[in-house]
C-alpha cells in the first residue's frame, strides 16, 4: 500500500497531472483533448499519463480509433483515507489553540 501511496503522492505532486485528472474527472479524453489547455507537447502529456497510470489513477482504452484516458479514483480514496490518520492530529491542536484563546480572552476581560 505504500509503495501506491508513494506513487500517487508523486503523482499528485506535479500540477499538469492534477489538472489532468480534473479533467478526466468530468470523462474520458483523447491525449489532444488533454493536451488542449496546455502549453505543452502532447508527448510531454502522454509522459505525463504515463506517470498517472504507474500509480493506477488512470487507465487508457480504445474506442474505435481513439485512445482515451480514463480516471481511476479508487487510488485517491486510499490516498485521502490515508491523510484522514492525520486529521484527529488537527482537530484536536485546533481545539487547543481555542481553549487557549478563550482562556486568554477570559483574562483580559477581568
Excluded: C
Amino acid at each position: 500500500m505504500i509503495d501506491q501511496l508513494d506513487a500517487v503522492f508523486g503523482a499528485l505532486a506535479d500540477p499538469t497531472r492534477r489538472a489532468i485528472l480534473a479533467r478526466l474527472a468530468d470523462g474520458d479524453r483523447t491525449v489532444g483533448e488533454l493536451t488542449a489547455p496546455f502549453e505543452v507537447s502532447q508527448p510531454a502529456i502522454s509522459r505525463h499519463l504515463k506517470v498517472l497510470e504507474r500509480a493506477g489513477l488512470v487507465s487508457r482504452n480504445r474506442r474505435a480509433t481513439a485512445r482515451l484516458s480514463h480516471l481511476e479514483a479508487e487510488p485517491l480514496r486510499t490516498a485521502t483515507e490515508w491523510l484522514a490518520r492525520y486529521q484527529a492530529f488537527w482537530d484536536e491542536s485546533h481545539e487547543r489553540l481555542d481553549a487557549l484563546l478563550a482562556s486568554l480572552t477570559r483574562q483580559l476581560e477581568r
